[in-house]
């Protein structure tokens, strides 16, 4: 999509950004008025387009939140100080041409314009209210590089970077690399190939293909990208279209601009026709006929953002008839018939003070950040891993450094890499020690070749066994309401709990050596009571919660499942060969030799042993006349979307309760889709592969009669 901010920064997994009624906090800049508003103006324009300049041709130093922030000053500015304003003003002007470019520059047959942002619900009301149409259109805003294909009489002409939005830069000779960009267009009955058209689209590396990319150029010793939008730029503007060619890059087509013989009446209709001529359109794309249905899909899609195939940091509404589009006009940058909703930043730039090294449940050594406070993506964000000490080298983080982080929902916040050009030479660089933090072990690899370090002393560790502690008291294991991360660790550091055998079997008299379960004056408190009584409750919980406390490497919920459901015991699990764990759906050869390698530790089967003699359970009991027939034995279901009847946990122990498998993502193995309402990709991606697409009704019939009751 056209942009105005500096580039987003890698993304990985995520899940759960929620769109704010209100704006959130952005960190990083903050207005700054001066005496003289002429002078700051002066100071704002020649910032916002040094940035700009680094966004488009070299390497961004700042967030696009933070350049946002600089754009909005200067409007603000400029609406209060208008006599301020000495010269052409970044806020009328699309972006600016390259000093000293390899290529020639052409002149678009139509000017190629930015956007105009809004950052929360209200600001997008407004624009709603003063934009009123029958039908609007919404789009992801897709973070890639801008391009404009010229089409003379079906035969692609010229492809232009967007440049200033009047001229652009001719990379045809790099264009026809793209797989996805025809030389010839094909046309239908419906649509005929025009005389002439200019289709402008997005130019962008998937998360996929980004992180395969630069795995590969990390094997070959190459520097790795800091993101898939600097990737797929970089690539547009390389002088040998051979190396263009190396990178997997994809097109999306999103508007279209001058044009001879094609007159289509709605936005929508010509992405139809775009798509008749063999070019990608989004998928994503819905058209809405209220700004209520605009909200719902900036919230969706807020809830969704990670769910796309590509990077996005905003959703594009547009008015979807032409005719209002050339009625509503343009402002020297940007048309008023378009705006983008920018969500909540998911990156931020801190400084690291510190780098430190944490040890996890299975040894695992951790470098982390320590970082001046910084709010991105609805929280405060103090600390960030650097994943480990092959990582913390690559990305060459010194202590004192403006770093990029990236918090993205719920996952851990990330150090995505250093801002090199922000350096002054007071940087020290970060030495990884050898020694474990916690115990003072040597640390090492596994294997050769391992990019992870582990303290191998797993048995004595205090900073393994604290966590795994507190990771066999989480929801996903025992749930044990009483024993938290900080009485976890004073139940380890005092010495009362040795190992985790000796869970079950705390007295109130052992308790009373302990500060998290004492009073001050050296009594039982009330959650060491808590303790005891859910330590008594939970030793009857489900088998797979057993399986998972035990804190066996690459074993979580999903595995410890199809652990016991198939073969019903610990006894069993412990003496079952990796072949026979290994063929078991949800586990397969890499967690069953883990398992097998587990139980070959005596301590380990101690911890067992002492948790059976304690009365945990260590069976499965299935009352099989309980459960409901078993209609779905070998199928695969997804459920996306909002059912009446079902919440998502409720349906997924629907489809598992007669013996189906409830995946979490459409593939070819997935043998039907249950689309309730506000279903979205999923939808789309099943639609795509002609996987059978159910309604509630249907899913129902489904989990009562079995599938051929629904094909």
């Not at 010229?158 to 990379?171: F, K």
């Not at 005092?494 to 052992?510: A, I, K, N, Q, Y």
Request: hydrophobic share 35%.
């Amino acid at each position: 999509m056209c942009r105005g901010g500096p580039a987003r920064t890698v993304r990985l997994t995520a899940r759960l950004i929620r769109v704010s009624e209100h704006r959130q906090p952005t960190p990083g800049t903050s207005p700054r008025e001066s005496s003289d508003p002429a002078e700051r103006w002066s100071t704002l324009a020649a910032e916002i387009r040094h940035h700009r300049d680094l966004y488009y041709y070299r390497e961004p130093v700042i967030t696009d939140a933070e350049f946002d922030n600089l754009m909005r000053e200067l409007q603000d500015l400029e609406a209060r100080h208008p006599e301020a304003v000495t010269g052409p003003s970044p806020t009328q002007e699309v972006a600016q041409p390259p000093v000293n470019s390899p290529f020639r520059n052409v002149a678009h047959r139509e000017r190629m314009l930015s956007l105009d942002n809004v950052f929360d619900i209200a600001e997008l009301r407004e624009w709603l209210e003063r934009t009123p149409a029958d039908t609007y259109l919404t789009e992801l805003k897709i973070d890639g590089a801008s391009i404009d294909l010229l089409y003379i009489d079906g035969r692609l002409d010229t492809a232009l970077t967007r440049g200033d939005g009047v001229t652009g830069e001719d990379i045809t000779h790099n264009a026809r690399t793209i797989g996805d960009i025809p030389d010839q267009l094909t046309g239908t009955e419906d649509f005929p190939v025009p005389a002439v058209v200019e289709i402008r689209g997005e130019v962008f590396i998937t998360v996929e293909d980004f992180a395969t990319m630069n795995a590969d150029r990390q094997a070959e010793g190459k520097k790795m990208f800091a993101n898939p939008r600097n990737a797929a730029a970089g690539a547009m503007r390389q002088k040998n279209p051979e190396e263009t060619a190396r990178r997997p890059l994809r097109l999306i087509c999103h508007g279209i601009g001058a044009r001879e013989g094609f007159d289509p009446e709605t936005q929508h209709e010509a992405y139809r026709a775009i798509a008749a001529w063999g070019l990608p359109v989004s998928p994503y794309t819905r058209q809405v006929h209220s700004p209520d249905e605009v909200v719902d899909r900036v919230r969706y899609w807020g809830d969704h953002r990670h769910d796309a195939a590509h990077e996005m940091d905003g959703l594009v509404v547009k008015v979807d008839s032409l005719r209002e589009q050339e009625r509503l006009g343009a402002t020297s940058r940007a048309p008023r018939w378009a705006i983008a909703y920018k969500y909540p930043p998911e990156e931020a730039m801190t400084t690291v003070e510190s780098i430190r090294v944490g040890i996890g449940r299975t040894g695992r050594a951790t470098p982390f950040a320590v970082m001046t406070p910084t709010y991105v993506a609805g929280s405060t964000v103090s600390m960030a891993t650097l994943h480990n000490p092959t990582e913390a080298h690559r990305k060459g983080v010194r202590l004192g450094d403006r770093a990029m982080i990236r918090k993205a929902g719920e996952v851990i916040p990330e150090v995505l890499g250093p801002v090199e050009e922000a350096r002054d030479g007071s940087e020290r660089e970060f030495v990884f020690s050898s020694l474990c933090p916690e115990c003072g072990t040597p640390l090492a690899p596994t294997r050769d070749g391992d990019a992870d370090w582990r303290c191998p002393d797993t048995r004595h560790c205090p900073g393994q066994l604290q966590n795994r502690v507190n990771y066999l008291a989480g929801r996903g294991a025992f749930d044990i309401d009483a024993l938290g991360e900080r009485a976890a660790h004073d139940l380890v550091a005092s010495g009362v709990l040795p190992d985790e055998g000796r869970l079950f079997s705390l007295t109130p008299e052992d308790l009373m050596g302990t500060g998290a379960y004492t009073t001050k004056s050296g009594k039982l408190n009330r959650a060491g009571e808590l303790l005891l009584e859910n330590l008594e409750q939970v030793r009857q919980v489900d088998l797979w919660r057993v399986i998972t406390a035990l804190s066996i490497r690459h074993v979580g919920p999903t595995a410890a499942k199809a652990l016991a459901a198939t073969l019903g015991s610990v006894p069993a699990i412990a003496q079952a060969s990796v072949g026979e764990m290994a063929e078991i759906d949800g586990v397969g050869p890499v967690i069953a030799q883990s398992v097998k390698d587990w139980f070959s530790v005596d301590w380990h089967r101690e911890i067992v042993d002492a948790w059976a003699e304690a009365g945990v359970r260590m069976e499965q009991h299935v009352d099989k006349s309980d459960l409901p027939e078993q209609t779905l034995a070998g199928v695969t279901v997804v459920v996306t979307g909002s059912l009446t009847g079902y919440d998502r946990t409720s349906a997924k122990e629907a489809v598992e309760s007669r013996g189906g498998k409830a995946a979490g993502s459409v593939s070819k193995k997935t043998d039907f889709l249950v689309a309730g309402e506000k279903a979205g990709s999923k939808l789309t991606k099943a639609e795509e592969l002609g996987v059978p697409v159910l309604d509630e009704a249907g899913f129902e019939k489904l989990l009562e009669e079995g599938p051929e009751a629904v094909r």
